[in-house]
């Protein structure tokens, strides 16, 4: 465990002032407080060589989708299979946000504005997609959910990884625009996405499943109403490399990962953002502990809420037949078998580590002796360690 993430686990994710969460996020701050430690359970390997003996304890990790620690072989996995699913032709990347004047009924109604968000932004693509003046099929696209800004202020926005072309009545459609420089016009797509969400966000209201007072909603209808809202394209991706290097960034993104902190006090935290209002420049923060825990747990999302979702041609129903038969009309090879790589398999790979071989002897192989898992009262009783065994025989959360 490095020194950062074992300060952020004792000395802010199991911080008094995270009690006046609710109890959901006062479960996910617990199992980050907890992750790679005896609390979370553990194996015990022994060197197989008698002369060696050697044995270590592994811990567990939480493996919260919030974790800053966990989930970085998942998303490799993740990025792989979704790679494979790239089809010769360009891909745009847009990003919808919405008003800052709706954050207040957004943090009291995340679910449901959240996903309002993920139907507006896909409803936009779909519609100018099978408009004949930009395509004339339906195109595919990747949608993925950020709630935070660097300096973790609330700032919701759908990051989209979308084709050029698409398909029609089974039939690949390729792209009009053969210079890429934009997908569909700006202006078009911030007026079907404003349009589409304030329309199904006045119909949420009449059914009442928003949390608001009637007044405060109808004035903020007409705040939000008279503004521009903000559908940024960027510059086309250069290739699949560059399409990889962003699932890479942003799919699995947390609100702050441990590399951006720069120091960690008994009252502060320190760390790096990027001010991108004033042209992308590195800036340092500095927050009390109750601050950064503010604003930490306003990206904690709703239990079981899909952050990452794929539209058209790239829905996950009878995707793979669809992608297969798609990729045979283009007369290109087949999908490559989706394959689990062990977590050993990718440490050696990336690390050039072989995480079975005993680090002491260099020879032996480290087996798996047993299984220990924490127990309702998150006490776990150990047997006494061997002499270069350092975990202590009894530990409490």
């Given at each position: ?263 960690i006090t008994d009252t ?81 790979e990336k690390y050039g ?37 350092k975990a202590d025989p009894?530990?409490?959360?």
């Amino acid at each position: 465990m490095s020194v950062t993430q074992g300060l952020l686990q004792e000395k802010l994710f199991a911080h008094p002032f995270i009690q006046s969460f609710n109890p959901y996020s006062r479960a996910v701050f617990d199992k980050l407080h907890r992750c790679h430690t005896a609390r979370t359970g553990m194996h015990r390997y022994r060197c197989d060589q008698k002369a060696c003996g050697f044995e270590h304890w592994q811990y567990h990790s939480c493996g919260n989708r919030h974790c800053p620690n966990c989930g970085a072989f998942k998303k490799e996995q993740w990025i792989e299979f979704k790679t494979s699913e790239l089809l010769p032709t360009a891909y745009y990347h847009l990003v919808f946000t919405l008003p800052h004047e709706l954050n207040g009924l957004i943090m009291g109604n995340r679910k449901a504005m959240f996903n309002l968000l993920f139907q507006a932004s896909a409803h936009t693509l779909l519609t100018l997609g099978k408009d004949e003046k930009y395509l004339g099929a339906e195109t595919g696209f990747t949608s993925i959910l950020h709630s935070w800004g660097q300096d973790l202020s609330f700032h919701p926005h759908i990051h989209c990884i979308v084709s050029a072309g698409g398909i029609k009545d089974g039939k690949w459609i390729k792209e009009k625009r053969t210079n890429n420089k934009f997908i569909f016009p700006q202006g078009s797509m911030q007026k079907i996405f404003k349009g589409y969400f304030m329309e199904h966000l006045r119909k949420l209201h009449r059914q009442k499943l928003l949390l608001v007072e009637e007044s405060v909603f109808q004035d903020l209808l007409t705040t939000i109403g008279y503004k521009k809202w903000n559908v940024y394209a960027k510059s086309p991706f250069g290739g699949p490399a560059q399409v990889v290097a962003y699932l890479g960034r942003y799919t699995h993104k947390i609100a702050i990962t441990r590399h951006r902190i720069l120091e960690i006090t008994d009252t502060h935290i320190q760390f790096r953002y990027k001010d991108y209002a004033d042209g992308n420049s590195v800036k340092e923060m500095t927050l009390t502990h109750q601050e950064f825990l503010r604003r930490f747990e306003q990206h904690i999302l709703p239990r079981r809420f899909v952050k990452i979702r794929s539209y058209g041609y790239q829905k996950n129903y009878d995707k793979t037949a669809r992608l297969q038969a798609l990729r045979k009309s283009m007369n290109i090879a087949p999908m490559p078998s989706k394959v689990m790589v062990p977590v050993r398999q990718r440490i050696l790979e990336k690390y050039g580590k072989d995480i079975s071989i005993c680090p002491t002897c260099n020879k032996g192989i480290m087996v798996l002796m047993e299984t220990i898992r924490p127990r309702r009262s998150h006490q776990i009783i150990l047997p006494l360690p061997a002499v270069n065994n350092k975990a202590d025989p009894v530990l409490k959360a």
